[in-house]
């Protein structure tokens, strides 16, 4: 069955992401929006290899070397999934999101991490697949990029567009050049 993002279910399923995303706190948003990419990521991935679920199963979960972040946005890069501006997009996410799950505070000065923290609010800012909206608020930056993503993904798993037919997910601003 093909995957429909405008599917009632879908509808529903982002319907509680956004409203799991409004409800959270900062840590909240950096472990929850990263997830929420790496979950459609993932559905992206699986939705154009071959369909073998033992061998799924070990690649990308548990202790599979595919089963993390990073080594699923190296492989939708070197797969021609996503650009290289999204290639870094994503490990900015993977990076804010291991900020704020691996740290209590701030490692010099301790005090409690957010998206005002200014190293957060550079990577937040630098994102490049929402440097076209010119947002200034790194939270609203951030949540913004996480939906985009994850809205990208779904796209490439509803229209089952593969690598090799050209389907790739990129920075707005790399239409431009």
């Known amino acids: 069955m ?27 948003v950096a472990i929850v929006g990263a997830a929420w990419i790496e979950e459609s990521m993932s559905a992206a991935i699986e939705s154009f290899l071959h369909s073998e679920p033992k061998a799924w199963k070990r690649l990308f979960e548990g202790n599979g070397p595919l089963a993390n972040f990073s080594a699923k946005i190296d492989l939708s890069r070197l797969l021609g999934l996503v650009s290289d501006a999204i290639k870094s997009d994503l490990h900015i996410i993977r990076d804010i ?73 990129f920075a707005n601003i790399e239409r431009y050049k």
């Open 2 to 28: 093909k995957y429909d993002p405008n599917s009632a279910e879908a509808q529903k399923r982002l319907m509680t992401l956004i409203e799991e995303m409004n409800g959270q706190s900062d840590r909240g």
């Open 97 to 169: 999101r291991n900020e704020f799950a691996h740290r209590i505070a701030h490692k010099t000065d301790h005090t409690q991490l957010s998206f005002s923290t200014p190293h957060i609010k550079d990577k937040c800012l630098a994102i490049k697949c929402v440097a076209h909206e010119e947002l200034t608020e790194p939270r609203s930056a951030f949540i913004r990029s996480c939906a985009i993503l994850y809205s990208d993904f779904e796209m490439v798993q509803f229209f089952g567009v593969k690598v090799s037919d050209g389907g790739q997910v």
